[in-house]
């Protein structure tokens, strides 16, 4: 059983907004530290946002002022809103979670649970 779901990927031009979704299956995942990540082809994954206790994000510099990490507790679902994409956004995004050992450490955390990844595609 899938424990993380993403949702809420698509195409969309440059200049335009998504928001991305994950849903977090059950109540065997800690999800006190969680993440967004992205991989675009051949390129190694990299960490976009990581939010801690629902309250303290972390954001990559290269989506600071245009991505925010956000989490609902009460319904245990993750969401990134992506304003001003531009064609470099376009990856897989993945949610992450279940951080390593239990740590923190924001963009840089360890996860061990792991969605399917949802597309974006920010077209020119």
């Known amino acids: 059983q899938e424990q993380l779901v993403e949702s809420g990927g698509g195409s969309v031009q440059a200049g335009g907004s998504l928001r991305l979704s994950c849903t977090v299956a059950?109540?065997?995942?800690?999800?006190?530290?969680m993440g967004w990540f992205r991989q675009a082809p051949g390129k190694k994954r990299a960490g976009v946002a990581s939010i801690y206790h629902g309250r303290f994000a972390a954001h990559a510099d290269s989506v600071k002022g245009r991505f925010t990490i956000t989490k609902d507790n009460a319904n245990n679902t993750l969401y990134l809103q992506m304003n001003s994409l531009k064609p470099e956004d376009t990856a897989m995004y993945y949610c992450?979670?279940?951080?390593?050992?239990?740590?923190?450490?924001?963009?840089?955390?360890?996860?061990?649970?792991w969605g399917r990844g949802t597309q974006v595609t920010v077209s020119s």
């Open positions: 059950g109540n065997a995942v800690d999800t006190s530290c």
């Open positions: 992450a979670a279940d951080p390593s050992g239990g740590r923190c450490y924001g963009i840089a955390t360890s996860f061990n649970t």
